[in-house]
């Protein structure tokens, strides 16, 4: 006989959740560059700090219960209808309300072998079932996917681009995908990544959803309006999904200067402008050096770099960031993906970058 239970339970699925762990930093102690969570180099645009600061002269008053300002704001920069926006703390609030909302207890979730962590622990966290298609190359494979829906489908979770392998589909790819799903699937784009990317062939997805029922794209302005601090994200949906995720969400879930900081920032283009820049000179920068330390590094169009090290049970690759870290650089383990072999390492700033490649030059033998 089994050992019987006391006091209150969750349901089994959450006990299968591990816990996500953020990229980490020390505290303290010295200068460090933190390139483990994919933030902005560059920090966040004056005009939202100054934003911020002015919202935090009314604590006292409950904020917008629907972004209304920010909303605007949205649909005026991407010429979208505000009404099909939904604002959230983050995309993984999102992400969370999109499974709560459309998984009974069984029902599957789909993504890609090295897709985004919080697929997983929303869908768990929700009783549903995660299913995971293999890729091809680093790559989300279109047939791999389609060929792991079942009639317990209910959502598909495509980062594009993806983390942590910085890969990306192209748009008629995307288009394929969803044409193969069932029309009570939903598509769902997280597209975090996407004003870094510079390819003929991407798009983020506001067409498709635009002329769909069963579309819906997710945005942050976690990354390069570098707003990572106050969680702020938004989806663009069908009419319908739209209708109901508002029925669920909380009635305040976005704070007040959090919606004014990312008013000011979704505005300042200017910012923006020379985020891309940036990230344009450095990601290739970093790609070929790094590559002529020998290591592997697979074609990124985010703001970050999966590296991996000639070692395939991951030695080479603890040892690398225990070696950045007595330097001073945080970056990202990759265990949790199950790539053991490993690192992610964000763009930083010019003085970061340089480091990482002295560093990681010095422990290959090239420095």
């Not at 006990?15 to 010295?30: D, H, N």
């Not at 300042?268 to 290591?295: R, S, V, Y």
């Not at 985010?302 to 960031?321: K, Q, S, T, W, Y």
């Not at 993906?337 to 422990?363: Q, S």
């Amino acid at each position: 006989m089994s050992e019987t239970k006391s006091g209150p339970q969750p349901r089994d699925s959450v006990l299968e959740i591990k816990a996500y762990v953020p990229g980490t930093a020390r505290e303290g102690g010295g200068k460090v560059f933190k390139l483990s969570s994919n933030e902005s180099p560059l920090g966040s645009s004056a005009r939202a700090r100054q934003a911020y600061v002015a919202a935090a002269e009314h604590l006292e008053a409950y904020p917008d219960g629907g972004a209304t300002v920010l909303r605007k704001a949205i649909g005026a920069k991407y010429g979208i209808d505000p009404a099909r926006i939904v604002c959230g703390a983050g995309s993984d609030e999102l992400i969370g309300l999109l499974c709560h909302t459309y998984l009974e207890p069984g029902d599957e979730t789909l993504y890609s072998q090295y897709g985004f962590l919080m697929y997983k622990i929303s869908t768990l966290a929700s009783g549903g079932v995660p299913v995971v298609a293999p890729e091809t190359d680093r790559v989300a494979d279109v047939d791999a996917l389609l060929a792991c829906v079942t009639d317990r489908t209910r959502l598909v979770f495509l980062a594009n681009p993806n983390n942590p392998t910085g890969t990306y589909l192209p748009f008629e790819e995307v288009q394929r995908l969803h044409a193969g799903l069932p029309k009570n699937v939903i598509l769902v784009i997280d597209a975090a990544y996407a004003e870094y990317v510079r390819r003929n062939d991407y798009s983020a997805g506001i067409d498709l959803v635009a002329n769909s029922s069963n579309v819906v794209m997710m945005r942050t302005f976690s990354k390069i309006h570098g707003l990572a601090a106050v969680r702020l994200g938004w989806a663009f949906c069908p009419e319908a999904i739209a209708d109901i995720l508002n029925r669920v969400r909380g009635p305040f879930n976005v704070n007040a200067p959090a919606i004014a900081a990312g008013v000011a920032a979704i505005n300042d283009t200017a910012f923006m402008d020379t985020a891309i820049a940036h990230n344009e000179q450095w990601l290739p920068w970093l790609t070929e050096k790094l590559e002529g330390l020998g290591l592997g590094v697979t074609p990124s169009v985010g703001n970050f770099l999966l590296i991996e090290f000639p070692d395939v049970d991951g030695r080479r690759a603890a040892d690398a960031d225990t070696t950045l870290q007595d330097n001073g650089v945080y970056v990202r383990r990759m265990e949790a993906y199950g790539l053991p072999a490993c690192l992610r390492i964000t763009v930083g700033t010019e003085e970061a970058n340089r480091l990482v490649v002295d560093v990681l030059g010095k422990l290959m033998g090239k420095g």
